[in-house]
């Protein structure tokens, strides 16, 4: 693990989010293993489902899809189950590196319990389970409404900012992946590639690949042009009396038109007319 979680404080503030939305919660961390729960069981239907040995498996690689989708969109994630039950998860951030996920999940979120069946049933009908007694807990299932798990969704992204602000989690500083994230924050805006940070770190390519996709989602090359993106954001934003050859220069790019490119893609819009919906939007 990159972080370590106080897991007592932890532990309160998961039952605090259940006893306000009736979902169960979940803490992850970023290796995608369950670190807390509340409550500490899953859901009867959940266990059901794991008593087959291929479900439980595809529970798990659905779990960690989800995680590392969520990583990559550094944001909210919903999403149904390959069981067809509602999930969503909040990546939990700490500077740049995703350090861990809080997740709820098995929500029946479906316009009654006759169709959210059928369509249950027909997911899960090649796992070796007893049927009877999975559409018995499903019926158990409250129906929840898509506006109710936007809004749990929205309090659990709270909690997860609220567990580094609190300090209810930290970094291990000398771990690997925190010591890159720290050089990268010092030198982004310099000729910073995957070759200067093997060298650096003294490892190789494949593991600066995954720990960049462990931790942010995308690649490295991305992750530095996107930290370089949110620069020249702000400079737009906060120093308009710069040229855009300029704004290229501050935030690394030696090629303007490549800046152009890069940044139309990423914002939506070329730097000129986003610096310029911004000055109309302060009017």
């Known amino acids: 693990m990159i972080s370590s979680f106080d897991l007592s404080r932890l532990k309160l503030l998961l039952k605090d989010f259940h006893n306000m939305t009736r979902i169960r919660i979940t803490v ?9 729960a509340y409550p500490e069981l899953p859901a009867p239907f959940c266990r059901i489902l794991r008593s087959d ?20 969109r550094r944001t909210l994630y919903t999403y149904r189950c390959h069981a067809g039950l509602t999930e969503s998860i909040a990546p939990i951030i700490l500077g740049n590196i995703t ?5 709820f999940g098995h929500v029946f979120s479906y ?13 899960c009908k090649d796992y070796r389970i007893d049927q009877n007694a999975l559409k018995a807990a499903c019926l158990k299932q409250p129906v929840i409404t898509e506006d109710y798990i936007a809004s749990a969704s929205h309090i659990m992204q709270a909690v997860a900012s609220c567990l580094c602000m ?5 970094l291990r500083r000398q771990e690997l ?4 994230d720290e050089y990268i924050q010092a030198h982004f805006t310099e000729k910073l590639d995957a070759a200067r940070l093997t060298r650096q770190f003294g490892i190789g390519k494949t593991q600066l690949y995954k720990i960049a996709k462990q931790n942010y989602g995308v690649g490295i090359a991305a992750h530095i042009r996107n930290l370089r993106i949110e620069k020249a954001r702000k ?7 710069l040229s855009l050859a300029e704004v290229a220069s501050e935030c690394g790019f030696d090629d303007y038109n490549y800046f ?3 940044f139309k893609r990423i914002a939506g819009m070329p730097p000129k007319a986003y610096a310029q919906t911004d000055d109309f939007a302060s009017i």
Do not use: N
Not at 28 to 36: C, G, K, M, Q
Not at 54 to 69: I, L, N
């Open 177 to 180: 992946p925190v010591q890159i």
């Open 111 to 123: 316009p009654s319990h006759e169709e959210g069946w059928d369509k249950i049933r027909e997911l």
């Open 260 to 262: 152009i490119t890069v």
């Open 53 to 72: 040995e291929a479900a439980a498996a595809q529970c798990r690689r659905c779990d960690a899809q989800a995680c590392k989708t969520a990583s990559r």
């Open 99 to 103: 350090i861990g996920y809080l997740f």
């Open 235 to 241: 400079l737009l934003t906060e120093q308009s009396g």
């Open 28 to 36: 992850f961390d970023e290796s995608f293993h369950e670190l807390a």
């Open 166 to 170: 609190e300090r209810m989690v930290t």
